[in-house]
């Protein structure tokens, strides 16, 4: 039941900004902590941005800091990624992802995912 719904992905031009979303439903929105990883073709999905267990902080992964932000509606139980000046190495499906636990960076430690959203940027 519990469903994560992910939109806002597209095709953008080098240093054009786009807003994914994360909406969920069939859990208690405050009860889980969120977070943003990408992949490409051949590659493991890779940690992008996340909230600490708390809520109260943010991490990046250095590549994407200072141009992408991490919020969330908890009214709306929607999940953002803010992503500004776009490169072509961002490139990539962006997968919102619900954890329980303290660690952020590694894929295995969330529990569910949406079914991603393809970002492609172009020069």
């Known amino acids: 039941q519990v469903q994560l719904v992910e939109s806002g992905g597209g095709l953008v031009q080098a240093g054009g900004s786009l807003r994914l979303s994360c909406a969920a439903s069939?859990?208690?929105?405050?009860?889980?902590?969120w977070g943003w990883f990408r992949q490409t073709l051949g590659k493991e999905r890779e940690f992008v941005a996340a909230?600490?267990?708390?809520?109260?902080?943010?991490y990046y992964h250095d590549s994407v800091k200072g141009r992408f932000t991490i919020s969330r509606d908890n009214a709306e139980n929607t999940v953002y990624l803010q992503m500004n000046s776009l490169n072509a190495e961002d490139t990539g499906i962006y997968y919102c992802?619900?954890?329980?636990?303290?660690?952020?960076?590694?894929?295995?430690?969330?529990?569910?995912w949406g079914q991603g959203t393809q970002v492609t940027v172009s020069s």
């Open positions: 069939g859990l208690t929105f405050s009860r889980y902590a």
């Open positions: 992802g619900a954890r329980r636990g303290v660690p952020y960076v590694d894929s295995a430690d969330y529990m569910y």
């Open positions: 909230f600490s267990w708390s809520g109260l902080s943010t």
